[in-house]
């Protein structure tokens, strides 16, 4: 396809396939896809060890990375945060509503050990320092969310020659990211699994192209409730260079989710897929539960907590919830939750990654042909 990200990525179907799971970026971009992964959660060590297991599964095919930089954070501006620091900041209150939630579902809480010097969620410095290593592997592309990239990434890009993209949920964010340098937006509609805004993928995607497009060139990716091939199409139609995607790969046999989300994807709605601050702070879509619920419309709910004291709060209890769901607690399940975006309504089974990558590719094709032949004379 002579789209410009296949030129840009050396693919041939610009099929971009976000995951925090190093089984499904390799499988995507062995399909012919490009996968990237999500390295919020790993440290320089681990990331190098997710590295080189995609180099050696990945058949030479290529594939990113992607951090999570914010520029709005409650600890900005503050020097070495580390993560015990910020459980000190955590309100009696807001700990007492966790635990007493969890216990009227027979789940206890347990606060996790970390180690005196680990940093913050979401630290600046530790995902640059992550980059630093994702360059000693052959990466084709680095991709940060939740603001501009600081200027040290936008220059390591160029340094290497790969492309910097960045997510954008509204058209003056994607204004300040072209004026910044990056190669790449990924502009994200509402319907999308995690961080997003409230303009659908419809309107943002002409709106942000429109509004940039006398500026520099810079192609455009479409996010957000993408699911198909024929989605695919349309993003297209509509002048994206291509798709990024996220919640489609998490109905795959590779993906990380449990046995207990995919059950509860399938059975989903795409009005279960709700805009909640109740797992990291910000505006983030995941599957309603009453975790959901709770924080969001509970009368003696404390109101969730900034980003990132937020994130520290369900790190634990969603740690809790799964492990008391996988041992059997009925109960449990109406806890269970994780990102997904509007699309899981679309969602009806679990499949392998590589056959959801053919089915982009297939369903691409019926809806080039559909259009065409109602063109036709
Ligand atoms: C489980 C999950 C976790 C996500 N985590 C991140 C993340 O850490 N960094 C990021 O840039 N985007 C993250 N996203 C957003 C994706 O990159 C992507 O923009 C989004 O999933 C696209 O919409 P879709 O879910 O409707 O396909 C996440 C999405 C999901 C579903």
Request: aromatic residues 6%; negative net charge; charged residues 20%.
């Amino acid at each position: 396809m002579k789209s410009p990200i296949c030129a840009m990525l050396g693919i041939e179907f610009p099929l971009l396939a976000f995951s925090h799971c190093r089984d499904v970026v390799a499988a995507v971009s062995r399909a012919g896809g490009f996968g990237v992964l999500g390295a919020t959660v790993h440290s320089p060590k681990t990331i190098e060890q997710e590295l080189k297991w995609i180099d050696d599964h990945v058949d030479g095919r290529p594939y990113g990375v992607d951090v999570l930089i914010p520029e709005n954070i409650s600890t900005a501006g503050e020097k070495n945060v580390t993560w015990k620091s910020l459980e000190a900041r955590i309100s009696p209150e807001h700990l007492d509503f966790t635990r007493n939630l969890l216990k009227k579902y027979d789940i206890e809480l347990i606060t996790t050990n970390v180690a005196d010097n680990q940093p913050q969620p979401f630290d600046a410095q530790t995902a640059l320092d992550l980059l630093e290593v994702s360059f000693r592997h052959p990466i084709r592309l680095i991709a940060n969310a939740l603001g501009v990239p600081p200027k040290a990434m936008i220059e390591m890009g160029k340094a290497h020659g790969v492309p910097v993209a960045a997510l954008v949920g509204a058209k003056e964010h994607a204004l300040r990211q072209v004026a910044a340098g990056v190669d790449i937006l990924v502009v994200q509609g509402t319907e999308a699994g995690g961080h997003c805004g409230d303009v659908s993928t419809m309107v943002l995607v002409p709106e942000v192209i429109k509004a940039i497009q006398d500026i520099r060139d810079v192609p455009v990716l479409a996010a957000g409730g993408i699911m198909t091939g024929r989605q695919m199409a349309a993003c297209m139609a509509m002048g994206a260079a291509g798709v990024w995607t996220g919640s489609v790969w998490l109905a795959t046999v590779e993906s990380e989710t449990t046995e207990i989300f995919r059950e509860k994807m399938i059975a989903a709605s795409s009005r279960d897929a709700v805009r909640s601050r109740g797992r990291t702070g910000k505006p983030a879509r995941q599957l309603r539960s009453v975790w959901t619920d709770a924080w969001d419309k509970g009368a003696d709910s404390p109101g969730a907590l900034p980003m990132p004291l937020q994130s520290i709060i369900s790190r634990d209890a969603f740690n809790a919830i799964d492990r008391s769901a996988a041992a059997g607690n009925a109960r449990a399940r109406d806890l269970v939750s994780y990102f997904v975006g509007q699309g899981v309504g679309l969602i009806d089974s679990v499949k392998s990654a590589g056959a959801v990558v053919q089915e982009f590719k297939e369903d691409f094709a019926e809806a080039v042909e559909y259009i065409n032949a109602l063109v036709a004379e």
